[in-house]
């Protein structure tokens, strides 16, 4: 009997822990729909952002580390099929020591057979300033030898839901000695902030 009513409790516990996370869901189910529906009926705002990522490319406290590689990577002349992720810190200047604004977190990998080009997928987690706690999203083919590299902003979260625009990104320096680098991202972004 004891081990009975042992099996009920518990039974009703369950089913009322499931109750309560079916609750929670539909109140967030609810609120997503509403903001959706009044997305349609928004401007759209539209910002500039500027920042600079500090690229740790080796050592101990490297920002960027190699989680794959194919049988013709350390053959190929463009590292093809190197797949990398990376948690690099966003400045607002490109002093890696200027107020910090996010961190870029990510993977890239070697994906061009005769160029040097990376397929990457980067989340921008903006943690200070205006931005905090919102994310841009950049996805697609980045040509590292050349100048003014465009790729796409495909989406973000917080102000940024249903982001959409391009960034555009450049070298700003590089430290063979330290193997460091500072990348220049300027971002064009158009979305609802509702």
Sequence with gaps: MEKLCRVLILCLLLISAAHATSRR??????????????????????????FYIQDKLGGPNATIW???RAEI????????G??????????????????????????IASSDLTTSALTMNLNFVFTAGK???????ILGQNPIGSSDRELPVVGGT????????????????????EDYGVLEYTVYVSYVDV
């Excluded at 400045?91 to 990510?106: C, F, I, L, M, W």
């Excluded at 555009?168 to 320096?173: D, L």
């Design 25 to 50: 869901r539909e109140a967030k189910e609810d609120e997503a729909d509403k903001w959706f529906k009044s997305f349609s009926q928004q401007k759209q705002k539209f910002a500039k952002l500027r």
């Design 66 to 68: 190699e989680v794959a």
């Design 131 to 137: 931005y905090n706690g919102s994310t841009l999203c």
């Design 158 to 177: 917080g102000v940024f839901r249903m982001a959409r625009g391009f960034s555009i990104s450049n070298t700003y320096s590089y430290d063979a000695v």
């Design 82 to 107: 190197q797949v990398r992720v990376l948690d690099d810190l966003i400045t607002a200047e490109p002093d890696r020591n200027s107020a910090k604004v996010g961190r870029a977190q990510g993977h």
């Design 73 to 80: 990577t350390a053959t190929s002349p463009t590292m093809f």
